[in-house]
């Protein structure tokens, strides 16, 4: 507590309440909770603290046995309460598990109508809110409600409970001036929350844009300078060899790095200056691409062949979301996938289970199908020590059919998971990353496979989304696995292992685009 708010708090306590101001009819207590809590409101950010101040003096001024601050939660549609004390501590015990309706209660009252109550018989009154009393132990004879409003905004109500005698309008007075500081001090709390947050997430988005201009320079501008510097070596060595260089197609073969350089700084230009959405711009990009080579092939006849071929290659990566389909089976897909898994993992020592999935026929085309459930697994490969496990499932949900990858393994940090589908985003730090192996324990990569996988969903209508939690023993992206179960010191066991960490990647694919299987695939 800031030294001017004891001030204010020892000032109040030192003031006789027995003196009445004629024109008021308040007496000089009240006047100076008022005058000391505007000074308080200028004295410091921390709303907490204020509240701690004014509550405690209403009940010593008002000299009531509780009092407090009800706050409406618009997503829950109830209230909650942000302050409270009472004597013998009933509501702080338990102002965790207890809630009020909107509608219910004196406080609902008042926050619907924007008028004040005063209630002299909580007995007999109906708009009591029984509940509380039951659950706290506390129990109302009398009470003051005033609301707490911003223009036209109710932020919740400020109360006073159990008067010794009774309250009176004036006691009422005094608690709706002071509801003008608390639902100022209350505003000014969240606008002050929400720019504190507002440039956390600036600084989070600075340390993205970091991140990625340092992996492009690593994806994009390393091995192109080992490309241009052993074309120089091959040339040089070809002339001392004396072949005629002009015959060779070197100059074709710099242009064309040269064009690579100027697209690398290009990329980082847009990255470090521009807001660009990559998802967006490529999809636009696919939708546009068949009628700019059709124009193309037109005006360069002699370009058919070749256009014609990377139209054909384009296909094959991007197809036409309407282009009919026959469809896959998930257990043809689940198959395909284990099959070309098989193959690529080498050394890689892994518990990976495929369970026997529902049957149902997906309408999306089987390289597309394919291409994403495999790039979900690798990646959940590459993030599995070895003698993890990982498990792939597939069942009928309500909106159609989900699609499981869960890995046991070192899991996303949380300060990393927004950026995982935004591609050129490694979660290593720049100076740990590398790019290992494909299907190597924290392999690296460009991270275009998350980004092309989030563009299928997009572009052909079912959804890719992730929960993860990070291995407590690696909290931070400069934290290292050592890649292995049975080199971790802080597992005794695999199933020491599963428990600490993991990623559950999902593919939620809606009803129009299932068909349930008649026969067996």
Not at 251 to 261: C, D, E, F, Y
Not at 298 to 304: A, Y
Not at 402 to 425: A, H, K, L, M
Not at 482 to 495: A, F, Q, T
Request: proline share 5%; net charge negative.
């Amino acid at each position: 507590m800031t030294n001017e708010l004891r001030e204010e708090q020892h000032t109040l306590k030192e003031c006789p309440n027995t003196a009445t101001t004629p024109e008021s009819g308040l007496d000089s207590a009240k006047m100076m909770l008022l005058f000391n809590a505007a000074k308080a409101l200028a004295s410091t950010t921390n709303v907490d603290q204020l509240l701690d101040v004014i509550v405690s003096e209403v009940q010593m001024v008002l000299n009531c046995e509780g009092a407090g601050v009800l706050l409406y939660d618009a997503e829950r549609d109830d209230f909650y309460w942000r302050k409270v004390q009472d004597r013998e501590s009933f509501f702080a015990s338990a102002r965790e598990e207890i809630r009020i309706p909107k509608d219910q209660g004196v406080c609902g009252w008042v926050f619907r109508t924007g008028e004040p109550a005063l209630v002299q018989d909580a007995v007999t009154d109906p708009r009591i809110y029984r509940p509380v009393e039951d659950k706290s132990g506390f129990t109302t004879r009398n009470m003051v409600c005033v609301p707490l409003q911003v223009l036209d905004k109710r932020l919740g109500v400020l109360y006073a409970l159990n008067k010794e005698g009774s309250f009176s309008d004036s006691d009422v007075d005094i608690l709706t001036a002071l509801s003008g500081n608390v639902a100022l001090a209350l505003e000014n709390a969240a606008n002050f929350e929400s720019l504190m947050n507002s440039n956390k997430e600036l600084e989070r988005l600075n340390r993205v844009k970091n991140k990625i201009l340092n992996h492009l320079s690593h994806e994009l501008k390393t091995p192109l300078a080992i490309v241009e510097a052993s074309l120089r070596i091959m040339q040089n060595r070809l002339e001392e060899a004396g072949a005629d260089i002009g015959k060779l197609p070197f100059g074709r073969i710099s242009r064309s790095l040269t064009r690579l350089k100027t697209i690398e700084k290009q990329v980082a230009h847009i990255v470090e200056d521009k807001i660009y959405l990559e998802r967006e711009a490529i999809l636009s990009f696919l939708d546009n691409l068949p009628d700019l080579l059709e124009v193309e092939q037109e005006q360069e006849p002699s370009m058919e062949q070749a256009l014609e071929f990377l139209k054909q290659k384009i296909k094959e990566q991007f197809p036409d979301k309407i282009q009919e389909t026959e469809g896959i089976t998930v257990r043809s897909a689940f198959r395909a996938v284990e099959l070309r898994l098989n193959q690529m993992l080498g050394e890689r020592q892994l518990d990976i289970r495929f369970l026997e999935p529902d049957r149902a026929t997906l309408r999306i085309q089987p390289q597309i199908m394919v291409s994403v459930l495999g790039g979900l697994i690798r990646n959940a490969v590459e993030n599995t020590p070895d003698y993890g496990r990982i498990i792939v499932s597939g069942e009928n949900v309500p909106s159609g059919y989900r699609i499981t990858i869960r890995d046991y393994g070192v899991g996303i940090p949380e300060s990393e998971q927004p950026n995982i589908f935004e591609g050129f985003y490694p979660v290593q730090e720049i100076d740990l990353y590398s790019s290992g192996r494909r299907y190597d324990f924290n392999a690296g990569g460009t991270g275009t496979d998350l980004l092309k996988i989030k563009i299928f969903s997009a572009r052909f209508g079912f959804k890719v989304g992730f929960s993860s939690f990070r291995c407590p023993h690696l909290p931070t992206t400069r934290d290292i696995c050592p890649g292995s179960v049975l080199r971790c010191p802080h597992c005794n066991s695999i199933e020491d292992c599963m428990e600490k960490g993991g990623t559950e990647f999902f593919i939620d694919i809606p009803s129009q685009l299932i068909e349930n299987e008649q026969t067996s695939a």
